[in-house]
């Protein structure tokens, strides 16, 4: 261990040296820190140090919001956070294990973070990096002697994979400019779009809001890696609210994504989206409450983006097939059929684009300092792989550069860009034609029709029964005599993943995006998923929760000059 640390070392300065990149005193301070603290740690205790990785995100962010026609806030702000990432004992086990029987596993990944100066002074930076590191070490010291308690009085583990992969010495420089953009036309825009709503006194809460973040990331390590990514995310997002009278909350949110702020649509085509918007959340407040259902489904393609993000996603990254505290859903299933033969679905960090479309979950390197790489996941309906960090599984060693986290969590396995494909893909109208063919066949006076659902809950913990149920937000009744359409409020779709994937008949032909922050216990991360619109032979609803409170008594104050839209 100490020779492999000591060639580590010698190898740093060379790896650096390869780069062709600008002088970056952030950089330079990690890589100097790092490379003292390796040499003075690696005799200082017992449990020997074999690992240490930096990673600081240095982000400027802007964002403007307003209510009613008023700007509510404005924020102009940069800032610099580390994490320290330490592993004492050795890759077979470390600090880092699940400590079985409390839950521990998320635990065990926690990581030191401090604020960083974001001033290019090295002394101060490296005194904040020998601070952190010095807690971090600490905290791994006392960690890896719970693990080893733990491991003595519990029975053996099912999967007996090592805790860490090594991995290579990676150099890649790429900052991310901060776009340039004119504030005042977007603090205008924001102002005029948020006074759409005033005429409508059945909208109690309404905002619009726009947020420009950039992030650079600095990840070395003691392999030898070197990296600096960026990437920008620029996000314009409204959103409206109502309660019905029986006490549900209902909602309508729109959201553009893309890295640049003259990419987003201009201010009449988000004003032509807020009239729908507005027109969608009159007509579900004024709809019946759903009932419990059984039957077909036609979710449409963005809305099945999510569902495959929620339902199938979670469940396919590594570490859970390896957590005792996990369902493990499919962790026995590779090489076995898990949905139709003509659906595939794979994981690719390195598309920064479906069209024209900007995908958020795009990265050139994972948090691991692994770069990105497209992950094999269902193959023509087989089970064949997992998205994997640097935490291996049994039959899995190696990462695909999916190991991700935000600051302060340590990194697992999670999803970049997901993507359902089909080759079993009809046009829309074939799609809604099939559907009524389905309803008609199973006996129903109608069948739903789901364009929007919100991530809800899917269950992987063992403790807690394998399921699911995310809230559908806008959903209709396709009725099969013809009638008009109605809209339906109030309802969830739930299921078990096994059996609503094989409930799949046919797909779309038009592949829709998702965008979205994913939450996990690793943090939140930028995400996209992509899927056509799918035909279920059969999904099963439920009542959503709700409050009992009544809407407000008085009507809002600018509705007494003005004729509202209730």
């Known amino acids: 261990m100490k020779k492999l640390l000591a060639a580590l070392l010698l190898a740093f300065p060379c790896a650096a040296a390869a780069q062709e990149n600008p002088a970056d005193p952030l950089l330079e301070a990690l890589k100097t820190e790092l490379s003292r603290s390796v040499e003075k740690l690696k005799d200082a205790e017992p449990a020997p140090l074999y690992y240490l990785g930096y990673e600081a995100y240095d982000t400027a962010y802007y964002g403007v919001s307003a ?76 960690q890896y002697a719970k693990v080893k308690m733990n491991k003595s009085v519990t029975a053996e583990e099912e999967d007996k994979s090592s805790d860490f992969i090594p991995g290579s010495a990676q150099a890649f420089y790429e900052k991310a400019a901060v776009p340039q953009f004119e504030k005042e036309k977007f603090r205008g825009m924001v102002r005029r779009l948020s006074e759409k709503f005033k005429p409508y006194d059945f909208i109690y809460n309404a905002h619009v809001r726009l947020m420009v973040q950039s992030v650079n990331r600095y990840m070395v390590n003691s392999e030898g890696s070197a ?40 201010e009449a085509a988000i004003a032509g989206d807020i009239d729908a918007s507005i027109a969608e959340l009159k007509a579900l407040r004024a709809a019946p409450p759903a ?102 599984i049994k039959n899995f060693s190696a990462s695909n550069g999916h190991g991700r986290r935000s600051e302060g969590l340590g990194a697992v396995a999670r999803m970049g860009n997901l993507v359902a494909a089909s080759s079993k893909a009809v046009p829309y109208p074939e799609l809604r034609k099939r559907l009524i063919e389905e309803v008609k066949k199973a006996g129903k006076p109608f069948g739903l029709l789901v364009r929007d659902i919100s991530g809800g809950m899917t269950i992987t913990d063992r403790a807690m029964p394998q399921s699911f149920s995310v ?11 013809g009638r008009p359409d109605e809209p339906l409020r109030g309802l969830n779709l739930i299921g078990t993943p096994l059996q609503t994937f094989s409930r799949i008949l046919v797909t779309g032909d038009d592949p829709g995006v998702f965008n979205g922050d994913c939450g996990a216990e690793s943090g939140q991360v930028p995400v996209s998923a992509i899927a056509p619109s799918l035909l279920f032979s059969e999904m099963e609803t439920e009542k959503v929760q709700k409050s009992n409170a009544r809407p407000p008594v008085l009507k809002p104050p600018f509705a007494d000059k003005q004729e509202g839209g209730n």
């Open 67 to 142: 209510k009613g026609g008023a700007i509510y806030s404005e924020d102009d702000r940069r800032g610099r956070v580390l994490d320290v990432d330490v592993r004492v004992g050795s890759p077979a086990l470390d600090n880092t294990h699940e400590i079985k029987g409390n839950y521990a596993y998320t635990n065990s990944k926690q990581q030191e973070a401090a604020v960083l100066p974001v001033e290019d002074d090295a002394m101060p930076l490296r005194a904040e990096v020998w601070n952190l590191t010095d807690r971090a070490y600490k905290t791994a010291l006392d």
């Open 227 to 266: 990296i600096v990514t960026g990437g920008n995310y620029v996000r314009f997002v409204y959103s409206l609210y109502t309660r019905t009278a029986d006490g549900m909350g209902l909602s309508r949110t729109e959201i553009y994504d893309s890295d640049k702020p003259g990419e987003l649509p201009d």
């Open 291 to 392: 009932q419990p259902y059984s039957g077909p489904v036609l979710m449409e393609n963005r809305a099945a983006a999510v569902f495959f993000h929620e339902i199938l996603g979670h469940r396919l990254e590594g570490h859970r097939q390896k957590s005792e505290e996990s369902g493990q859903t499919f962790a026995k299933k590779v090489g076995q059929p898990i949905m139709p033969d003509f659906l595939s679905v794979y994981d690719d960090p390195t598309q920064s684009r479906q069209g024209a479309q900007f995908l958020r979950g795009f990265y050139r390197y994972d948090d691991e300092a692994t770069q990105a790489q497209k992950a094999v996941l269902v193959e023509n309906g087989v089970l064949k792989g997992f998205l994997m960090g640097r935490s291996p």
């Open 471 to 481: 809230n559908a937000t806008l959903a209709y009744k396709v009725y099969a005599d």
